[in-house]
């Protein structure tokens, strides 16, 4: 994997305990049984076991935010009063919704941010040399990346930068449900990333 100067943003997890990442994706450990889920800032147990699987996005903006970031369930609730979670009739989760979004890290947080319904690998590249951070729509799988991608979209990562990797330019991003260090803070070339790419995103500038 190749190195990238821009990792001044902090590894979060949208799990409170990043060493049950990997059993929980795969369905071996409840999230209930999560020892640690007071540090997410939850109210309760239940609240954490509920939300937590659905919080990529303000994980990935949490990270962007640096030092000025809540806890991610402080930033959870302030997304839904914005509108950037909601939920439905029959208790579905939905979100992150990308433009209430990016009122609220405009509105709450002052940074320039933008709604990208329609991206580009190549496109992210550019954002990032100038400066700014892309959530980006990714299939979850990103996290395994030596096995074909089964879809794109689903899941949210940050990116930081451009980085080289043995096969060629890459991205490098935070990745909110990596099961260890090399998948929670990766480098992937730019052609592999567009594999799990959906083709959408915000962007925003820097808050660190």
Same mark, same amino acid.
């Given at each position: 994997?190749?190195?990238c100067a821009?990792?001044?943003? $902090? *590894?979060? &997890?949208?799990? @409170?305990?990043?060493?049950?990442?990997?059993?929980?994706?795969?369905?071996?450990?409840?999230r @209930?049984?999560?020892?640690?889920?007071?540090? =997410?800032?939850?109210?309760? /147990?239940?609240d954490?076991?509920?939300?937590?699987?659905?919080?990529?996005? @303000?994980t990935?903006?949490?990270?962007? #935010? %640096?030092?000025?970031?809540?806890?991610?369930?402080? #930033?959870?609730?302030?997304?839904?009063?914005? +509108?950037a979670?909601?939920?439905?009739?029959?208790?579905?989760?939905?979100?992150?919704?990308?433009?209430?979004?990016?009122?609220?890290?405009?509105?709450?947080?002052?940074?320039?941010?933008?709604?990208?319904?329609? /991206?580009? !690998?190549?496109?992210?590249?550019?954002?990032?040399?100038?400066?700014? #951070?892309?959530?980006?729509?990714?299939?979850? =799988?990103?996290?395994? $990346?030596?096995?074909?991608?089964? +879809?794109?979209?689903g899941? #949210?990562?940050?990116? &930081?930068?451009?980085? *080289?990797? $043995?096969?060629?330019?890459?991205?490098?991003?935070?990745?909110?449900s +990596?099961?260890?260090?090399? &998948?929670?803070?990766?480098?992937?070339?730019?052609?592999?990333?567009?594999?799990?790419?959906?083709?959408? %995103?915000? *962007?925003?500038? $820097?808050? !660190?």
């Amino acid at each position: 994997m190749g190195t990238c100067a821009a990792c001044a943003y $902090p *590894s979060h &997890t949208q799990f @409170a305990s990043p060493d049950l990442v990997a059993g929980i994706v795969a369905g071996e450990v409840d999230r @209930a049984h999560d020892p640690a889920w007071r540090e =997410s800032g939850a109210t309760n /147990l239940g609240d954490y076991a509920r939300w937590c699987g659905h919080l990529c996005g @303000a994980t990935c903006l949490r990270m962007a #935010l %640096g030092d000025r970031a809540p806890s991610l369930f402080e #930033l959870r609730d302030e997304a839904v009063r914005f +509108g950037a979670y909601t939920v439905d009739a029959e208790g579905e989760i939905h979100g992150m919704v990308y433009a209430p979004a990016v009122k609220y890290v405009r509105e709450v947080y002052g940074l320039d941010a933008a709604v990208h319904r329609e /991206l580009t !690998v190549r496109e992210i590249g550019e954002l990032v040399d100038a400066g700014r #951070l892309v959530v980006a729509s990714v299939h979850c =799988s990103i996290r395994r $990346p030596e096995e074909p991608a089964p +879809g794109r979209g689903g899941h #949210l990562v940050l990116v &930081t930068g451009r980085t *080289s990797t $043995p096969d060629g330019a890459g991205l490098h991003f935070h990745n909110p449900s +990596g099961t260890d260090a090399a &998948t929670r803070t990766a480098d992937l070339p730019t052609g592999r990333f567009a594999d799990f790419f959906a083709g959408r %995103g915000m *962007s925003l500038a $820097p808050g !660190v």
